[in-house]
């Protein structure tokens, strides 16, 4: 019974910065590792990062690197996407993710058994 609301999604203009939010509730949030995914409009859902379940340690696709951070707060069940540096590429509709394995280096989206419905990032030229 775990739920997952993303938020913090809309249009920016490139360089810009947008933060995504997404609250988790239904289970010990601490518990979960936290990932963040994409999907552009014909594309395949695709990893844009993940933070474990213990001690913040996070991991990264190499096209968002040193642009996005993801942070978390387990006293609030919350999950962060600072995303800075935007550029067009980067718009699509972004989802969080948690799973109870303490493998954040996975980076397919079947090892993850919670999805938000995602929000969508419109990154204009």
């Known amino acids: 019974q775990v739920q997952l609301v993303e938020s913090g999604g809309g249009l920016v203009q490139a360089v810009g910065s947008l933060r995504l939010s997404c609250a988790v509730s239904?289970?010990?949030?601490?518990?979960?590792?936290m990932g963040w995914f994409r999907q552009a409009p014909g594309k395949e859902r695709e990893f844009v990062g993940a933070i474990s379940r213990s001690d913040g340690s996070t991991y990264y696709s190499d096209s968002v690197i040193g642009r996005f951070a993801i942070s978390r707060d387990n006293a609030k069940s919350t999950v962060y996407l600072q995303m800075n540096s935007l550029k067009p590429e980067d718009t699509a509709i972004y989802y969080c993710?948690?799973?109870?394995?303490?493998?954040?280096?996975?980076?397919?989206?079947?090892?993850?058994?919670?999805w938000g419905q995602g929000t969508q990032v419109t990154v204009s030229s």
């Open positions: 993710a948690g799973k109870r394995t303490a493998i954040v280096i996975n980076t397919q989206p079947s090892t993850y058994s919670h």
């Open positions: 239904g289970r010990t949030f601490s518990t979960l590792t």
